[in-house]
């Protein structure tokens, strides 16, 4: 599916080890051996772990995810080299020697920050033995571990689309760089549209900022719901600033060029807080659906670990995702028009301008998006038809009201971000305008309101900035009180 001026970066040669022709059998055994040493040997240790109760301890646990890195680092390598000491086939293709490039720095960082976390874990065990389990709680485990998964996959992305773009040939060196065409304005409203944009993304900024404030302030909200919403927040104002920012200095500067590195960074970045926004709906509706179906055993499902856990993977599979989408991109090439109808570097958009068949890249979209997408409203759907269906049981105005309560805000902001999508994509006649209205949806407008429905319709979240202003206006008076004092004396 590549085109012919890139019939040279096909595959790669592996000369592999300098050993001698007689000596192959040999060492083929000896590496044969070591490698299902590592591998029958960390998968007894996970084994064990897990079957023991006695080794649910955070040591153990972090040792766990070192055994299966240790595995995958291994399987990363030595069975290709293997098999080509085997078959005495020494070529590789060139999207298999990515894949492996990009597998093998994953798993050596994750193998660095594991030890180095490990190393923490028996700092606080010998120096702060008293006060280990509160401090190497399930929740602190669970996040360091996705830290490192999270660090680590954005590192081998990183070294891996920068080795794609050297790797391209010569005769590529043209696509250094795309022209985001932005939004179709009339020349004469540039100025009044930069106002408005720049006001929804300040709006969105600090909307979102002063949600994740209350809730680190508020003791009150420190509940599984506003976990997630405030990952939900810092989720918003990511996805605004990939896109927004960018737009809002083009249209000042009419300067329309995005670098090709640029463009293939803000698509990832797109892609990734898109998907933690729309695995976070699906998780907020689950935690709805504990909340009103399971109001006794709330507590003991929704735990604090279950949360990290859920958090982690919806950043991890929107990481995943994002990596997917991305590095399929990087493979292409471009045809003489690098003019992007959009702007910012939308994935639809730039596989219109790739010169090669784009099936696989489209298949992709329709089956892994498509997955994700389903998936997520399908948890979303499954939750609230629960949720209706116990209301329905045994009807009463209070568990309406607590469900209204609990749900109202979320069950808004879930209308609001696939109602704008059905409408957008049912609506429009032009597949561009859609395309840019639909974007324009998803990264201003959405993020802007989700503040105004959380603080609007949730009692929690009004009497917490009620709590902040008051006690805002309580040390205001309290610096102003000397003054007064002074004055009614005669100082």
Known sequence: MRPENQSSVSQFLLLGLPIPPGQQGVFFTLFLSM???TVLGNLLIILLIRLDSRLHTPMYFFL????????SLSSVTVPKMLMNMQTRQQSISHVGCISQLYFFILFASIDNFLLAVMAYDRYVAVCHPLHYTSIMREGLCLLLVAGCWILSCVRGLLHTILLVRLMRPENQSSVSQFLLLGLPIPPGQQGVFFTLFLGMYLTTVLGNLLIILLIRLDSRLHTPMYFFLNHLAFSDISLSSVTVPKMLMNMQTRQQSISYVGCITQLYFFIHFAGIDNFLLAVMAYDRYVAICHPLHYTSIMREGLCVLLVAGSWILSCGSA???TFLLAQLSFCADHTITHFFCDLAALLKLSCPNTFLNELVIFTEGGMILFLCFGVI????IRIGAIILRA????????????????????LLYYGTVAGVYFSSSSWGSKDITASVMYTVVTPMLNPFIYSLRNRDIKQALGMYVNRVKFFKMQSLNPLVVGR???R
């Open 35 to 37: 490698y299902l040493t």
């Open 64 to 71: 766990s995810h070192l055994a299966f890195s240790d595995v």
């Open 323 to 325: 990596l997917l989408h």
């Open 381 to 384: 759907l499954g939750s609230y």
């Open 395 to 414: 009807p009463s105005t209070k568990r309406l009201s607590k469900a209204l309560s609990t749900c109202g805000s979320h069950l808004s902001v879930v």
């Open 488 to 490: 009614s004396t005669g």
